[in-house]
């Protein structure tokens, strides 16, 4: 299994919402990330997990809130979000924090209304 | 100045042209290297890694300078499903940067 899994794929909430993103993958790896990417604009890093422990968080907003239940799996809880937070949330993995190559999830798009 | 930059483009070259474009990165203490492609709203893909005495996989061969801090990705007879944009990335310690991505379009 060569893949991170996304879900949902598509999400639509309103700004009073919570919802969660989740992804999953079973390759291992020991690093993994969540990445925003709004159009026309490269992914930009907002948390790193490595060995189940919060590294990096890009000083994000505290209405996003990530949670690694165990080495496979990666939550964005989302709370009180705003209309300029939609965008396409992007999950990744890699073999260590820095490692060659990551492989990304597919992503879910996500609207704020 | 921006850690990883690269020209935006588009490119728009027929199809069979040869294209090269370059990404330059200011931090000399970087340590990795890669091109990865990403295709309209989907998600980045690996395209390659990026070693010092630059490498080939097929008709994509890259190219690090590390006196003058850029590396390049040169496509040969390119096809149409060579559309996509073109993202550079550099690792520098645990850090991950992401370039802004060159379009390229390949027109039949």
């Known amino acids: 299994d060569t893949e991170v899994t996304q879900t949902p794929k598509h999400l639509v909430m309103g700004m009073t919402n919570k919802k969660s993103l989740k992804c999953e993958q079973h390759m291992g790896h020991r690093a993994m990330y969540w990445y925003k990417q709004k159009a026309k604009k490269p992914p930009e890093l907002m948390f790193v997990y490595s060995y189940e422990k919060l590294s990096i968080n890009e000083s994000v907003p505290s209405r996003f809130s990530p949670e690694c239940p165990n080495s496979s799996l990666l939550n964005l809880h989302l709370h009180a979000l705003q209309p300029e937070d939609s965008a396409l949330y992007l999950c990744?993995?890699?073999?260590?924090?820095?490692?060659?190559?990551?492989?990304f999830g597919s992503g879910t798009r996500l609207t704020v209304v | 100045r921006k850690e990883v930059e690269q020209d935006p483009g588009p490119f728009n070259v027929p199809e069979g042209a040869t294209v090269a474009f370059n990404c330059t990165y200011s931090?000399?203490?970087?340590?990795?290297f890669f091109w990865y492609r990403q295709d309209c709203r989907k998600e980045p893909k690996l395209l390659m890694s990026?070693?010092?005495s630059g490498n080939e996989d097929g008709r994509f061969t890259a190219q690090l300078n590390r006196a003058s801090q850029y590396i390049s990705l040169l496509i040969r007879d390119s096809k149409l499903s060579d559309s996509a944009t073109y993202l550079c990335v550099v690792r520098s310690a645990s850090k991950i940067i992401f370039g802004s991505g060159t379009r390229l379009s390949i027109r039949p």
């Open positions: 931090n000399s203490a970087s340590q990795s």
């Open positions: 990744a993995s890699s073999q260590e924090v820095g490692g060659y190559g990551y492989t």
């Open positions: 990026v070693y010092s």
